[in-house]
């Protein structure tokens, strides 16, 4: 089945630098990548996702790439606010999985003033 | 996207007793799933819920422990059978918009936080 990896598993920045989170997964057949965001005592909200024709998407200060080759996509955030900080999970969609998300185990992200 | 209501927000329980889990949506989904996220962890999915039928189980899940129901597209159920204090996490139902098209569009809940004394 389907593998994510997710790094860095923490993040500090300071407010208006940029954040990377890094993903990776194991199946080729993975056509759909999105991430969440989840705030404390939250459900996770999505925030971004891309398909896997498409190698990058942006929406505001939020963008992601996707690298099919390799296997791994990034989330990027620029300008980071205070309210960035939560934990981002990124997830992997095989079409061999009837729809099912596989997720990465998550990054606390920690933006301070 | 769709809008998830999942009842209760949070509940503590006895050992030994069942939890169910309510998760109702305000338009007809394709599809429905429940998760676990163990304190500080990843979400793990336990079982995409089916209309009308028997619900899907990952592996380390099992019927008996975590029975679901789905009766209609818009509301299913997940029982915590039988709790010990290791059930103690976040469960969250999820579902899949019917006619996204290529907008997969998987909508979270704001989870059940269970913890079992």
């Known amino acids: 089945g389907e593998n994510v990896e997710q790094h860095p598993s923490t993040l500090s920045v300071q407010e208006g630098d940029s954040a990377v989170i890094k993903c990776t997964y194991s199946?080729?057949?993975?056509?759909?990548f999105p991430w969440y965001k989840q705030e404390l005592g939250k459900g996770p909200q999505l925030i971004i996702d891309?398909?896997?024709?498409?190698g990058e998407k942006k929406d505001q200060r939020i963008a992601v790439t996707l690298n099919k080759t390799a296997k791994h996509f990034s989330l990027h955030i620029t300008e980071t606010q205070p309210e960035d900080s939560a934990v981002y999970f990124c997830?992997?969609?095989?079409?061999?999985?009837?729809?099912?998300?596989?997720f990465g185990t998550g990054t606390r992200l920690q933006v301070t003033l | 996207s769709a809008v998830i209501s999942q009842k209760p927000s949070r509940d503590i329980c006895q050992r030994g007793t069942s939890l169910t889990i309510q998760c109702q949506v305000d338009s007809q989904v394709t599809m429905m799933f429940w998760y676990r996220q163990q304190p500080g962890q990843s979400l793990t999915l336990i079982a995409t819920a089916n209309q009308g039928s028997e619900a899907t189980y990952e592996s380390g899940f099992v019927i008996d422990k975590f029975p679901i129901s789905r009766p209609n597209l818009t509301f299913s159920t997940l029982t915590v059978s039988n709790m010990s204090p290791e059930d103690s996490s976040i469960y969250l139902c999820?579902?899949?918009?019917?006619?996204?098209?290529?907008?997969?569009?998987?909508?979270f809940g704001s989870g059940t936080r269970l913890t079992v004394v």
């Open positions: 997830a992997a969609r095989s079409t061999g999985t009837a729809s099912k998300l596989t």
């Open positions: 891309i398909r896997s024709n498409v």
């Open positions: 199946d080729s057949a993975s056509n759909y």
């Open positions: 999820s579902v899949r918009r019917q006619g996204e098209g290529w907008n997969y569009g998987y909508t």
